[in-house]
Protein backbone atom coordinates (compact mmCIF):
# COMPACT_ATOMS: atom_id res chain seq x y z
CA UNK A 1 0.00 0.00 0.00
CA UNK A 2 1.17 3.44 -0.62
CA UNK A 3 1.59 6.03 1.89
CA UNK A 4 0.70 9.90 1.92
CA UNK A 5 1.84 12.05 4.22
CA UNK A 6 -0.52 15.56 5.33
CA UNK A 7 -1.58 17.84 7.93
CA UNK A 8 -4.36 17.63 10.19
CA UNK A 9 -5.60 20.27 12.62
CA UNK A 10 -5.59 19.23 16.14
CA UNK A 11 -9.49 18.80 16.57
CA UNK A 12 -8.84 16.04 13.56
CA UNK A 13 -5.43 14.22 14.96
CA UNK A 14 -7.81 13.77 18.41
CA UNK A 15 -10.92 12.76 16.23
CA UNK A 16 -8.52 10.22 14.44
CA UNK A 17 -6.59 9.34 17.79
CA UNK A 18 -10.06 7.44 19.01
CA UNK A 19 -9.73 5.28 15.81
CA UNK A 20 -10.63 2.82 18.42
CA UNK A 21 -14.06 4.36 19.88
CA UNK A 22 -15.21 3.91 16.17
CA UNK A 23 -14.45 0.18 15.55
CA UNK A 24 -10.73 0.81 13.12
CA UNK A 25 -7.98 -1.07 13.88
CA UNK A 26 -5.43 1.57 13.16
CA UNK A 27 -5.51 5.23 12.21
CA UNK A 28 -4.85 4.07 8.56
CA UNK A 29 -7.87 2.17 8.53
CA UNK A 30 -10.01 5.03 9.43
CA UNK A 31 -8.99 7.18 6.91
CA UNK A 32 -9.41 4.85 4.14
CA UNK A 33 -12.91 4.56 5.18
CA UNK A 34 -13.48 8.27 5.31
CA UNK A 35 -11.57 8.76 2.18
CA UNK A 36 -13.35 6.18 0.35
CA UNK A 37 -17.24 7.45 1.89
CA UNK A 38 -16.20 10.68 0.72
CA UNK A 39 -15.13 9.61 -2.73
CA UNK A 40 -18.52 7.68 -3.01
CA UNK A 41 -20.64 10.99 -1.88
CA UNK A 42 -18.71 12.76 -4.53
CA UNK A 43 -19.57 10.65 -7.08
CA UNK A 44 -23.10 10.59 -6.06
CA UNK A 45 -23.52 14.23 -6.24
CA UNK A 46 -22.14 14.06 -9.61
CA UNK A 47 -24.24 11.25 -10.69
CA UNK A 48 -27.26 13.32 -9.68
CA UNK A 49 -25.91 16.79 -11.17
CA UNK A 50 -25.75 14.74 -14.46
CA UNK A 51 -29.48 13.46 -13.83
CA UNK A 52 -30.64 16.95 -13.21
CA UNK A 53 -29.37 18.00 -16.45
CA UNK A 54 -30.22 15.51 -18.69
CA UNK A 55 -33.93 16.17 -16.99
CA UNK A 56 -33.58 19.77 -17.91
CA UNK A 57 -32.63 19.23 -21.42
CA UNK A 58 -35.41 16.54 -21.80
CA UNK A 59 -38.36 19.02 -20.60
CA UNK A 60 -36.71 21.50 -23.09
CA UNK A 61 -36.81 19.26 -25.86
CA UNK A 62 -39.91 17.97 -27.45
CA UNK A 63 -37.99 16.50 -29.67
CA UNK A 64 -36.31 14.53 -27.49
CA UNK A 65 -39.74 13.43 -25.83
CA UNK A 66 -41.38 12.53 -29.14
CA UNK A 67 -38.45 9.87 -29.99
CA UNK A 68 -38.15 8.43 -26.27
CA UNK A 69 -42.19 8.28 -26.58
CA UNK A 70 -41.74 6.30 -29.89
CA UNK A 71 -38.81 4.23 -28.62
CA UNK A 72 -40.90 2.92 -25.64
CA UNK A 73 -43.77 2.00 -26.81
CA UNK A 74 -45.02 -1.55 -27.14
CA UNK A 75 -42.69 -1.74 -23.85
CA UNK A 76 -44.58 -3.39 -20.90
CA UNK A 77 -45.23 -1.28 -17.91
Known sequence: ???????????LMEFLNNYKRYGFKDKSSMVRAA????????????????ANLYAEVYEEEAE???????AVSGWPE
Not at 1 to 11: C, E, G, H, I
Not at 35 to 50: A, D, F, I
Not at 64 to 70: G, I, K, Q, S
Open 1 to 11: MQQAKFSLTLA
Open 35 to 50: LVRLQEELELQSLKQS
Open 64 to 70: LRDLTET
